[in-house]
Structures are given as structure tokens and as C-alpha cells.
T-cell receptor, first 112, second 114 residues
Framework: ELKVEQNPLFLSMQEGKNYTIYCNYS?????LYWYRQDPGKSLESLFV?????AVKQEGRLMASLDTKARLSTLHITAAVHDLSATYFC????????????FGTGTLLAVQP | DVKVTQSSRYLVKRTGEKVFLECVQD?????MFWYRQDPGLGLRLIYF???????EKGDIPEGYSVSREKKERFSLILESASTNQTSMYLC?????????????FGQGTRLTVV
């Protein structure tokens, strides 16, 4: 059974600090997705990582993928309040067409 | 832009009622999904459909069924609602050919069963 684990579940950080969210998954997959969810809103796609060693960056967020370690990271640089949200990683379930399995999510609160 | 629309933002139903949650997408996507979201558990896949009239169970199908009679519409049915089905329900859709883009989500339906 495919399992996706994120940590931490909750992250409170100060503006200007750096931090990393980790996403581990239990079976082979070379497609990993990061989504953002604002309170009361739906999920918005942030990054799609398609191959081992893939790195994508947008603004203060950078995502990377290590398929051998079955690990993806979402790095936050110099956090600002606008980044406060819940972040989810998801992977394709092996052998299934875009059947996404999600992690538990990380609630990020950036304090002034 | 892809649009995935769920028929209700909020629903309150009584225990034992039959409940229909509707989802419509306007971009001719083959794949459609229903997830439920609960605090601390992330999103869990209930059912998905990869074509009209085709469906496959997700990780938590018990107590639910689905219907996909037309490509653009995917319905989630709670045969006899129970209080443990109180949750946020999210519908999503995706194109098989552009799989790397992942799934697009609707705005969610918050269902309360009393």
C-alpha cells in the first residue's frame, strides 16, 4: 500500500527564517506534486517534479525530488506571512493513471 | 483555465439520508476523483473514474458509491449518511495525456451529518 508521510505536521516560523518540509513515500513513483491550500479554499498546484534530481523554484519556495530515497523537500527561504497555508505533497499510485495519494499536509504559520 | 465546480459549498443532512454530491468539469478531462479531507489525515481517495461509466475504488470507499454517466460529471453518493461522514469533500479532474500537470480541484463541499 502506498503511503505518503509529511513532516512536520505543523510549523510555526518567524518571518525571514528558512525551513524545510519533508515528504517521504513508500513505493516507487517518479512523479511528485506539491499543492497549497489556503483556509477555506481548495488546492492549488505549486510544483510537479517528474524525475530524480528535479528541482523547481518559484519565489521563496523550492522543491526537489530524490526518487532513490523516495523523498521530496519543500524549502522555504526568508518566509513571509503570505506563505501561511497548508502544504500537501502527493504521488501517483504505481500502475494507476494519475491516481494521486496525498500526504497528511503541513500547516505553516508565519509569524511577524 | 480549467474549472471544476462542485454543486454545494455547505450541506447539512440528517443521519440515514441519501446524499448526492455533484461535480462538473469543463475541460474534457478523462479522469475524475473524489477525496475527503479530515484534519490530521490529509486527503484520502474515495473513488476515481478514468472514463464514462468506469470507476475504481480508492482507499476508503465504504459507505460511498459514484456515478459517471457523462464525461463532465462525477457524482458521489452517500447511500445512508452517518455522522462519521461529516467532512470536507473535494472533487478533482485531470487529463491522462497531461498527467504531469496533476489534478485540478473544485472548491470543496463541507458536509455535516447530524
Amino acid at each position: 500500500e502506498l503511503k505518503v508521510e509529511q513532516n512536520p505536521l505543523f510549523l510555526s516560523m518567524q518571518e525571514g527564517k528558512n525551513y524545510t518540509i519533508y515528504c517521504n513515500y513508500s513505493t516507487t513513483s517518479d512523479r511528485l506534486y506539491w499543492y497549497r491550500q489556503d483556509p477555506g479554499k481548495s488546492l492549488e498546484s505549486l510544483f510537479v517534479l517528474l524525475s530524480n534530481g528535479a528541482v523547481k523554484q518559484e519565489g521563496r519556495l523550492m522543491a526537489s525530488l530524490d526518487t532513490k530515497a523516495r523523498l521530496s523537500t519543500l524549502h522555504i527561504t526568508a518566509a513571509v506571512h503570505d506563505l501561511s497555508a497548508t502544504y500537501f505533497c502527493a504521488v501517483d499510485k504505481e500502475g494507476a493513471t494519475n491516481k494521486l495519494i496525498f500526504g497528511t499536509g503541513t500547516l505553516l504559520a508565519v509569524q511577524p | 483555465d480549467v474549472k471544476v465546480t462542485q454543486s454545494s459549498r455547505y450541506l447539512v443532512k440528517r443521519t440515514g439520508e441519501k446524499v448526492f454530491l455533484e461535480c462538473v468539469q469543463d475541460m474534457d478531462h478523462e479522469n475524475m476523483f473524489w477525496y475527503r479531507q479530515d484534519p490530521g489525515l490529509g486527503l484520502r481517495l474515495i473513488y476515481f473514474s478514468y472514463d464514462v461509466k468506469m470507476k475504481e475504488k480508492g482507499d476508503i470507499p465504504e459507505g460511498y458509491s459514484v456515478s459517471r454517466e457523462k464525461k463532465e460529471r462525477f457524482s458521489l453518493i452517500l447511500e445512508s449518511a452517518s455522522t462519521n461522514q461529516t467532512s470536507m469533500y473535494l472533487c478533482a479532474s485531470s487529463l491522462t495525456s497531461s498527467r504531469p500537470k496533476g489534478a485540478f480541484f473544485g472548491q470543496g463541499t463541507r458536509l455535516t451529518v447530524v
